[in-house]
């Protein structure tokens, strides 16, 4: 097999169709600055770095907050795979400040391990294509993965799409480890631009759920994009200990170690697997309880058989809680990483209007 890359050109160099992005101000900062005395010196660890977008005329006054997936960075919201604009841009055009984040260790967020410990294996096509772009190509093709038709190319090696999402890969720390970085930087990021939505992705919505239990008064919505899970689960980087998070939340009774949230499996809706919840009584979360909760899933992804999961826990835990089956409103063949995928715009305009109906 040839190595040999295709090449690319992004969409939009000519996009006279595009209407022009007129902002007030877009630039950058860090959150989550921490010093740490090394045999080498004081080095800078846990930063997270922040890239804001303001729309000229703002019609909205809460901003979003957008929260990338594992192994990727806040770019997954700037451009598609085949190099159209991304969320970022569609929500700026809307009228919405944007705050994309590259979390702690990805991006341009910096990753050692002298600073961060242990980090993940580097990704390869072979497993993130059988995830993303060709599921029901690979060897661990799940029920509903011949249903995705929205990636825009063939998504297997050769893929000039696959090239462009594979190049903005990389290794992740441990998720014990993110999830408590999370909670200080988001927290920072939160007191910086004040009271703001979440929008998060596959393993940033963990990242989202510290953030809100870190500042619960300053979260106007969360939504939750395919995120990780189901509770209770163990990955490769690490396991969900604490139900939906692999770092400890504010449980009412307090909890005060993973072995105290005792749980039990609850039976499936059709086409689903049964997924972990708390045994009755149920603790509760008190900082989930303050606004409202989607959590959004696409048809074709290996998470529209266990995301019901995660809405059984938080709901059961006091959480409002909506869950939307792309399918169901009308949206069709997406696969996990929806932003990057063809009809991105569309899946945006619906979570503009759960935003418009949930966030006054």
Same mark, same amino acid.
């Given at each position: 097999?040839?190595?040999?890359?295709?090449?690319?050109?992004?969409?939009?160099?000519?996009?006279?169709?595009?209407?022009? $992005?007129?902002?007030?101000?877009?630039?950058?900062?860090?959150?989550?600055?921490?010093?740490?005395?090394?045999?080498?010196?004081?080095?800078?660890?846990?930063?997270?770095?922040?890239?804001?977008? %303001?729309?000229?005329?703002?019609?909205?006054?809460?901003?979003?907050?957008? %929260?990338?997936?594992?192994?990727? !960075?806040?770019?997954?919201?700037?451009?598609?795979?085949?190099?159209?604009?991304?969320?970022?841009?569609?929500? @700026?055009?809307?009228?919405?400040?944007?705050?994309? @984040?590259?979390?702690?260790?990805?991006?341009?967020?910096? +990753?050692?391990?002298?600073?961060?410990?242990?980090?993940?294996?580097?990704?390869?096509?072979?497993?993130?294509?059988?995830?993303?772009?060709?599921?029901? *190509?690979?060897?661990?093709?799940?029920?509903?993965?011949?249903? !995705?038709?929205?990636?825009?190319?063939?998504?297997?090696?050769?893929?000039?799409?696959?090239?462009?999402?594979?190049?903005?890969?990389?290794?992740?720390?441990?998720?014990?480890?993110?999830?408590?970085?999370?909670? *200080?930087?988001?927290?920072?990021?939160?007191?910086?631009?004040?009271?703001?939505? $979440? +929008?998060?992705?596959?393993?940033?919505?963990?990242?989202?759920?510290?953030?809100?239990?870190?500042?619960?008064?300053?979260?106007?919505?969360?939504?939750?994009?395919?995120?990780?899970?189901?509770?209770?689960?163990?990955?490769?980087?690490?396991? +969900?200990?604490?139900? %939906?998070?692999?770092?400890?939340?504010?449980? @009412?009774?307090?909890?005060?170690?993973?072995?105290?949230?005792?749980?039990?499996?609850?039976?499936?809706?059709?086409?689903?697997?049964?997924?972990?919840?708390?045994?009755?009584?149920?603790?509760? +979360?008190?900082?989930? !309880?303050?606004?409202?909760?989607?959590?959004?899933?696409?048809?074709?992804?290996?998470?529209?058989?266990?995301?019901?999961?995660?809405?059984?826990?938080?709901?059961?835990?006091?959480?409002?809680?909506?869950?939307?089956?792309?399918?169901?409103?009308?949206?069709?063949?997406?696969?996990?990483?929806?932003?990057?995928?063809?009809?991105?715009?569309?899946?945006?305009?619906?979570?503009?209007?759960?935003?418009?109906?949930? @966030? *006054?």
């Amino acid at each position: 097999m040839s190595n040999r890359v295709k090449s690319y050109k992004p969409k939009d160099l000519h996009a006279s169709s595009q209407a022009p $992005l007129s902002l007030a101000a877009q630039g950058s900062f860090w959150v989550g600055i921490d010093r740490l005395n090394t045999a080498v010196g004081t080095c800078v660890t846990g930063q997270m770095y922040v890239e804001y977008w %303001i729309p000229s005329h703002l019609r909205y006054e809460t901003p979003l907050v957008m %929260i990338h997936g594992g192994g990727g !960075q806040g770019l997954d919201y700037l451009q598609t795979a085949d190099g159209r604009p991304g969320w970022a841009h569609w929500f @700026v055009r809307q009228g919405y400040a944007v705050y994309v @984040v590259d979390r702690p260790g990805h991006g341009r967020s910096p +990753l050692h391990p002298d600073l961060l410990g242990e980090m993940s294996s580097p990704p390869t096509y072979e497993f993130l294509s059988s995830l993303f772009s060709a599921p029901a *190509k690979g060897p661990m093709a799940w029920p509903g993965a011949d249903l !995705q038709t929205q990636w825009p190319g063939e998504g297997t090696i050769g893929d000039p799409a696959l090239d462009q999402f594979i190049a903005s890969s990389g290794p992740s720390p441990a998720m014990a480890t993110m999830h408590a970085l999370m909670r *200080k930087a988001g927290g920072e990021l939160l007191d910086l631009i004040g009271p703001a939505v $979440l +929008l998060t992705h596959s393993a940033g919505g963990p990242c989202g759920w510290m953030v809100a239990d870190e500042r619960p008064a300053l979260v106007k919505a969360v939504i939750a994009v395919e995120p990780l899970g189901p509770p209770f689960v163990d990955r490769p980087t690490g396991s +969900l200990h604490w139900g %939906i998070t692999a770092a400890p939340l504010t449980f @009412v009774p307090p909890a005060a170690s993973p072995a105290d949230l005792t749980h039990e499996e609850r039976p499936a809706p059709p086409g689903c697997i049964p997924c972990l919840v708390q045994q009755e009584p149920a603790r509760q +979360l008190p900082n989930f !309880q303050g606004f409202p909760i989607v959590v959004v899933t696409a048809q074709a992804s290996w998470m529209a058989m266990d995301n019901h999961g995660t809405v059984d826990f938080l709901r059961q835990a006091g959480a409002s809680v909506e869950h939307i089956r792309l399918e169901e409103a009308g949206i069709a063949g997406n696969g996990h990483a929806m932003m990057l995928e063809k009809n991105s715009d569309s899946i945006a305009a619906l979570l503009g209007s759960w935003l418009s109906e949930n @966030v *006054k």
